[in-house]
């Protein structure tokens, strides 16, 4: 007898092969797909093809939304699997860190029936908290510059009753990023001091 194929962490469309266990000397394959849900399948209909996903994919097919080509669409799937299918290369900084999606966004039309309103093609999806997970009152719709402003490796700095990232108060002072980066690493230096120094220096 050949030894069987060891399909573990393999893809096959949606669904990730987890483990295996032998039933009626067949070898069946405990999958999760990239919709959540998790199914048994024999390992030769996963390596043939035969099934591409749980059944949601046969669901959206024939949906009535007409959406499922659409860049809208694609960025409800990367919400999907990224905090869901741990096969994801992006699901360990999202799902493993407890990142999570509600119940109503497990489908594309509760998604939709929420985050609809704002959307223009080019828009991303970003997270209001970025310690928090995906549901309608922490997610709006943004450019890739405004997302790029909420990541929690930016550096925040309040003056005067503005508070912006560090990118953002060059751009204000007349000065490259990295010249305000560069002066604020000496510890005595403040965002008050700096905005007078560049100002007055023109740089």
Known sequence: MSKKKDLTGMRFERLVAIDSFLKNQKLHWN????CGKKLVVV???LSNGHYKSCGC?????NTTHNMSRTPVYSVWRGVITRTTCPNDKRYETYGAKGITVCDKWKTFEGFWEDMKEGYK???TLDRIDGTKGYYKENCRWATYKEQAGNMKNNVWYEYNG????SSDWARYMGTHPSNLSGYMRNKKNTIESAIKYYKKEGK
């Not at 999958?31 to 990239?34: E, K, L």
């Open 31 to 34: 999958c999760i797909c990239d």
């Open 43 to 45: 390992g030769t209909h």
């Open 57 to 61: 994919y046969a669901r959206e097919i």
């Open 121 to 123: 093609k080019g828009l």
């Open 162 to 165: 503005m508070r912006m990232i």
